[in-house]
Each structure stands twice: as C-alpha cells, then as structure tokens.
C-alpha cells in the first residue's frame, strides 16, 4: 500500500475518538497518530496510548484500524492490544523505531499531548472536520 492516495479520511478521526471511548480520556497522557497507509479507497492505521499507569511508568495500547469505502457504504474496524508498560521519557524513540519498521514507511507520527485532559482531547476531535463523523458505519467489515 502507499501512503499518498486517497484512503478513508474518516478512518484516523474514528480511530481517535474509539480510543478514547474505549480507554477513557482520562487516563490518555500522549497519542501517537501514524501517517495511515492507504491504497484506493482502503487504508490501515495506527493510533498509540500512553496511559496513565500509576507512577511514572505509561501503559501503551495500540488502536490498529482499518477502513474501506465501498458502493455500499463505509466500513470501519477498530483493534486494541495492551502492548505492556514502559517509561513515558522512552516513548519518542520508541514510536520512532516503530516508524522505521514499518515495511512501507510513512513517516513519522504525530505526538499529541492530553495529559488525562478531557477537553483537550475533545479540542482534537474538533481539529478533524465534523463531516468525518457524520456518516453511519455500513459495518464493522467490508465484504471482499
């Protein structure tokens, strides 16, 4: 897949917003949101939670999601997988190499910060277009 074309503008806004349904916003002290990987009107991503895990450590949860747009609607799939814990100062590089491996590099991932902060975490969801939300899921997969 390549990460120039056109892809699902609404699967990384979606993404957001599971994570912090699922998660609780907070408990979210930094996103990761990786450049997605799109191919025609399919794409793939990766969204990252630091958590607030008691001390200074962080627990890390991965969103990997996936979207496709089809005559039918749009399809959107969201899954999460604790990734364990970790120092919140090791975290930058952490994402960086996570960049790097990646078999189709993208680029690098923006980090935000929400520090458990529920309005902040709603100021990002206002960042994205209200009309990326606006459409009912066809379903949680697209038939091939």
């Known amino acids: 897949m390549a990460g120039s074309e056109a892809g699902v503008p609404e699967a990384l ?7 912090g349904e699922r998660l609780g916003t907070a408990v979210i002290d930094r996103l990761w949101l990786f450049p997605p990987m799109a191919q025609g009107r399919r794409e793939q991503g990766l969204v990252v939670a630091s958590c607030f895990a008691g001390g200074d450590s962080r627990r890390l949860v991965t969103v990997c999601y996936s ?46 910060s929400v520090g458990g902060d529920a ?26």
Request: hydrophobic share 35%.
């Open 13 to 19: 806004p979606r993404a957001v917003g599971a994570a």
């Open 67 to 112: 979207a496709r747009r089809t005559g039918k609607g749009l399809y959107f799939d969201a899954q999460f997988a604790d990734e364990g814990v970790a120092p919140p100062g090791r975290l930058p590089a952490m994402m960086e190499e996570v960049a790097q491996r990646s078999p189709e590099p993208t680029g690098s991932p923006r980090q935000v």
């Open 119 to 144: 309005s902040t975490f709603e100021r990002l969801l206002r960042s994205y277009a209200p009309a990326l939300f606006e459409e009912e899921l066809a379903g949680p997969r697209a038939p091939e």
